[in-house]
């Protein structure tokens, strides 16, 4: 079976442009993450969905982002407009279900905010 | 403040040396995991340890769980080039949320 698919792999884009990042979890998966990686900071995680829903969005940075998944296939990261302090490594995660803390990471999308 | 603090933060050595990382935290957890990320790509999980005082081997690899359930360790016997990459350990701190060590930064010389 494929794993977490993301896409675009890499993004440059200028300050004020809306940027959409899109992951395809695992299938069978119905729990999703969204992690940004930053060498200051680390691992994030900022947002979680359970069977579609988000359940935890504490981490967002501000109403800047926002995520949607529409089906159990298919969710994205938008940014709107970028900055360049956004610019980061963003994770797509699934795992099989809520509290199965074995999560699959996709390859991720480095994003540029010039 | 992270809750795992994860030392070294860089390890360079040798091949066919033997390395050990640590994750320690203040906090009781109920299971840690260990993450390799290799450059370009996303982490990926290597083992779960769940008991307290549990050693999981996985070919050079050996992990262990520190019987208060609050430190692991992992230990790379023989290291080769391929065991390059950053290491992460991650925690769960409610029922759906990990907490991230900073990692450690492994670089193994030919």
């Known amino acids: 079976d494929a794993g977490v698919i993301q896409s675009p792999r890499h993004e440059v884009t200028e300050m004020g442009q809306e940027v959409t990042l899109r992951c395809k979890p695992i299938s069978g998966h119905n729990s999703l993450f969204w992690y940004r990686q930053t060498m200051m900071r680390g691992l994030e995680l900022l947002i979680y969905?359970?069977?579609?829903?988000?359940?935890?969005d504490s981490g967002m940075p501000e109403d800047r982002f926002s995520a949607k998944m529409p089906n159990a296939s298919f969710s994205t990261l938008k940014i709107q407009p970028s900055e360049p302090r956004d610019s980061a490594v963003y994770f797509c995660a699934s795992s099989f279900r809520a509290g199965a803390f074995e999560q699959y990471f996709g390859p991720g999308t480095r994003l540029t905010v010039t | 403040t992270q809750l795992l603090e994860q030392s070294p933060q860089f390890l360079s050595i040798q091949e066919g040396e033997n390395l050990t990382v640590y994750c320690n935290s203040s906090s009781v957890f109920s299971s840690l995991q260990w993450y390799r990320q290799e450059p370009g790509e996303g982490p990926v999980l290597l083992v779960t340890?769940?008991?307290?005082?549990e050693v999981k081997k996985l070919k050079r690899l050996t992990f262990q769980f520190g019987d208060a359930r609050k430190d692991s360790s992992l230990h790379i016997t023989a290291a080769q080039p391929g065991d390059t990459g950053l290491y992460l350990c991650?925690?769960?701190?409610?029922?759906?949320?990990?907490?991230f060590g900073a990692g450690t930064t492994v670089t193994v010389r030919a």
């Open positions: 969905f359970n069977n579609n829903v988000p359940i935890d």
């Open positions: 991650a925690g769960p701190i409610n029922d759906y949320k990990l907490s």
């Open positions: 340890v769940v008991t307290g005082g």
